[in-house]
């Protein structure tokens, strides 16, 4: 196993165009979670699945944002009408979580920065 | 909510010397406390976590943390710094109920020869 993938590891785009970014988890992992961190900053929660199913949705996930899971395996984060503030390095995560007891040690891709001019 | 806050942004020891990084926690409920490590161009790796079961925490490349709940701590020490332990740490917490990790700001690591 590799590791969590994600592509593309950089992206530059034009303002209000729109993006999409892909994140193959740790094979087996149940949980999938999508950070957003700026310069300076610690990784911001975005949102998570379990499964398919997305769990949560931080209110920092604008109208513009969609994350997908469709089949439980890989993700895809959407961005439409990309604005500059949207720069960043968007980070991916995955976990297993068997229920009880918990584990919750989440490991991460090594982030697709994207860049709006 | 849980939350993490991080004492420093920027921390710089001599080669050799303890290294000591802050975190104080919030949280409602037992939490589950992470400390990771970043390294340039580099993703998240985990140095440690405590799960309940020890209050002192041994990780990898020699870094320990100790969970004070009185103060509700997590600081994350290492004994002797090395040239290699640059780089930006995160603590973080998650609590059971929704399991989401929650990070603080960070420390930058500055090691000087």
């Known amino acids: 196993d590799t590791g969590v993938s994600q592509n593309p590891r950089h992206k530059i785009t034009k303002r209000g165009q729109n993006v999409t970014f892909r994140c193959d988890p740790i094979s087996e992992h149940n949980r999938l979670y999508w950070y957003r961190q700026t310069l300076g900053q610690g990784p911001e929660f975005l949102t998570y699945f379990q499964n398919e199913a997305q769990l949560e949705k931080s209110r920092l996930l604008s109208d513009r944002f969609s994350a997908e899971r469709p089949k439980g395996s890989f993700s895809t984060l959407e961005i439409q009408r990309t604005e500059q503030g949207d720069s960043a390095m968007y980070l991916c995560?995955?976990?297993?979580?068997?229920?009880?007891?918990?584990?919750?040690?989440?490991?991460f891709g090594q982030g697709t920065r994207l860049t709006v001019v | 909510a849980q939350s993490v806050t991080q004492l420093g942004s920027h921390v710089s020891v001599s080669e050799g010397a303890l290294v000591l990084l802050r975190c104080n926690y919030s949280s409602s409920v037992p939490p589950y406390l992470f400390w990771y490590v970043q390294y340039p161009n580099q993703g998240l790796q985990l140095l440690l976590k405590?799960?309940?079961?020890?209050?002192l925490v041994k990780g990898i490349n020699g870094f320990e943390a100790e969970f004070k709940k009185s103060e509700t701590s997590f600081h994350l020490t290492k004994p002797s710094a090395h040239m290699s332990d640059a780089a930006e740490y995160f603590c973080a917490v998650s609590e059971d109920r929704d399991d989401k990790i929650i990070f603080g700001k960070g420390t930058r690591l500055h090691i000087l020869p």
């Open positions: 405590y799960t309940s079961a020890a209050t």
């Open positions: 995560a995955s976990s297993f979580n068997p229920g009880q007891p918990r584990n919750t040690e989440a490991f």
